[in-house]
């Protein structure tokens, strides 16, 4: 922008010109900060969620295989069940 344009544009349409830009400058700052915030908070969600699933699941797996070792176990040892399976 040269020199001559700033001089021959009126004090106020400077003023306007300015507080756009400087509306404009902030606004892009805040959104850039907000959407970097938001995308480290959406992981650390998202990680916190799959880590709290796996854990749910891993707790069921362990409660199923828990209770088929049970099975099993009395299975072995009720000699009624061995002579009818064999």
């Known amino acids: 922008m040269s020199f001559d344009f700033v001089r021959r544009m009126s004090l106020r349409r400077q003023i306007l010109w300015g507080t756009q830009l400087f509306t404009a400058v902030v606004s892009l700052l805040v959104g ?15 990680l916190r969620s799959v880590e709290f699933n796996l854990q749910q699941m891993a707790a069921s797996v362990q409660s199923s295989l828990d209770t ?9 040892t009720d000699s009624t069940l061995r002579r009818y399976l064999t």
Do not use: E, H, Q
């Open 32 to 46: 850039a900060v907000l959407f970097a915030v938001s995308d480290s908070y959406i992981r650390t969600t998202t």
């Open 68 to 76: 088929a070792r049970n099975l099993l176990n009395w299975a072995s």
